[in-house]
């Protein structure tokens, strides 16, 4: 069974409920997945928007949550994980708001998609204090069995 990944808050291409946004509460939405190989040793989350700062002229990829060491035997995390609810042992980097913990949606401009990666890998990686996605990518190198990929979708309402 491939791992997939799912969200109850919202589904595939769809939009991300005001509440996970900078609109709204800012909480992190609710993730579940299946699938996890059973020889991963831990799972890795990244959560990016390869659409700032304009959808139309993008300019960079903008990190919102960095998650490594999740429990492999992890299958969700709840609504809100992201203040005080993350399993035991995940291990959090830094977004671009050289922040650790979630950042939501706050698209400038336009429709912006948010990439939502999970990755099972074959080992525990060692406490690399607050890494970037950047720092986080090279340690997984050579260590990532499977992906799965969730993709949403925001606009700002207010102006």
Known sequence: MPLTLTSPAFGPKAEIPAVHTCEGADTSPPLEWSGVPGRAKSLALIVDDPDAPDPKAPKMTYVHWVLYDIP???TRLADGAA?????PGTREGKND???????????????????????????ELPDLGAPTKAQLEKAMEGHVIEKAELVGTYEKKSK
Do not use: E, N, S, V
Not at 83 to 87: E, M, N, S, V
Not at 98 to 123: E, Q, S
């Open 72 to 74: 492999p035997a992890t």
């Open 83 to 87: 203040k005080g609810g993350l399993p």
């Open 97 to 123: 708001w050289k922040r650790t913990g979630y950042g939501g949606p706050c698209p400038p401009i336009g429709r912006h998609r948010y990439f939502f990666k999970l990755y099972a890998l074959d080992a």
